[in-house]
């Protein structure tokens, strides 16, 4: 099976446009990944919450985000919550209010909005071209603004984090080279090594020696799509530059061991690595 966060086109890029605005999030999941195995999902609530849609102002317009925070809080740690390639639906909302609940500012912004809206899209075909056509540094910018909205809402900017999936995780090891006051972050199943794009340059393993914040990579020992062999790499080119990071992959575990609501799902590892991602932020001083 092809790991669905493995993208290889080189299409033009539209981070140039002018302005641009994403009315709303996506209710629900994604439409590519139903029927939901409801019988797993974790629902988290959102009493003691400040839970719903916000708008980040970016550089050329404004950006949806899913915020979820305690009520009132204020200087609050702040996690920025990276999406799955099915873009910002209701299992990465559910991530944010179960960091809220532990006394996180949480926030996930449509890091795709300018290109597309992934969670109407049916299947891999008509994702992976949207995808394709998100720049790095279109997300780094975004991530960016994000944090400092954050920072102006409720959320303490001198603890940050990031944390994302697929996709995401990805994400998480790049805006860990980009941004120099990230204090700690966590990747889940995100690819290491690939071709590089035009969109797209640089991969995780590029960038191990501008890596700024600890980071905690959890991974899936029967990833079809991730061989274990560039995850090993990836964690032999962090300990050779010496970096605070550690990489955790949890024997004949598939990729989105912790999508609740997919057949990939495995409760053991996925609690585990919950746990693991509170113990890693505190440690690191997010908390």
Known sequence: MRNP??????????????????TTLATGFAAAVQPVA?????STDTQGLAAGEVKVTVKDGEMAAYRAMPAGGKNLPTVLV????????EHIKDVARRLAK??????????????????????MDEIRPIVAKVPDAQVMSDLDATADWAAKNGGDANKLAITGFCWGGRIVWLYAAHNPKLKAGVAWYGRVEGPPA??????????????????????????????????????AALQAAGKKSEIITYPDTPHGFHADYRPSYREAQAKEGWAKLLAWFKSNGVA
Do not use: W
């Open 5 to 22: 966060d493995f993208i290889n086109f080189e299409p033009k890029s539209e981070f140039t446009r002018r302005e641009f605005v994403m």
């Open 38 to 42: 409801a019988q797993t999902v974790i």
């Open 82 to 89: 990276v999406q799955e390639i099915f873009g910002v639906h």
């Open 102 to 123: 532990a006394g996180y500012l949480a926030i996930a912004p449509d890091l795709y909005a300018r290109q597309g809206d992934v969670t109407k899209a049916k299947g």
């Open 198 to 235: 035009d969109l797209q340059p640089k991969n995780p393993i590029d960038v191990v020696k501008q890596v700024n914040a600890p980071i905690l990579g959890l991974y899936g020992g029967a990833d079809a799509g991730i061989p274990n062999d560039t995850v090993d790499r990836m964690r």
